[in-house]
């Protein structure tokens, strides 16, 4: 079972990139997946999150408004589109998967690097 985050890079303040999830190994269409980010020295944090059916959505405060998680469980694969990006914005991040009523996140993956310039 591997999650496999893509779609990090180098963008200026106000641009925007989207970051990927691709699961494979099972199928995740009955697991919350979430997006979490880290910077160095400070906890992970919650980003945003979103439901197996029908896709309720929960973000950070920090992100309202700028980010869109989304999920396609056709391709086993998760979303976060990342819109005015701000330099407070950058960090690792991370998805990962966890069923409903778990209290642990299950499963991780890799991180990729989200760098925002101002």
């Known amino acids: 079972v591997q999650l496999q985050a893509s779609g990090g890079g180098l963008v200026q303040t106000g641009g925007s990139l989207r970051l990927s999830c691709a699961a494979s190994?099972?199928?995740?269409?009955?697991?919350?997946m979430y997006w979490l980010r880290q910077v160095p020295g400070k906890e992970r944090e919650f980003v945003a999150a979103?439901?197996?059916?029908?896709?309720?959505?929960f973000y950070a405060d920090s992100v309202k408004g700028r980010f869109t998680i989304s999920r396609d469980n056709a391709k086993n694969t998760v979303y976060l589109q990342m819109n005015s990006l701000k330099p407070e914005d950058t960090a690792v991040y991370y998805c990962?998967?966890?069923?409903?009523?778990?209290?642990?996140?299950?499963?991780w993956g890799q991180g990729t690097q989200v760098t925002v310039s101002s």
């Open positions: 990962a998967a966890r069923q409903a009523g778990v209290a642990n996140y299950e499963y």
């Open positions: 190994g099972r199928t995740f269409s009955s697991y919350v």
């Open positions: 979103i439901s197996w059916k029908p896709g309720s959505t």
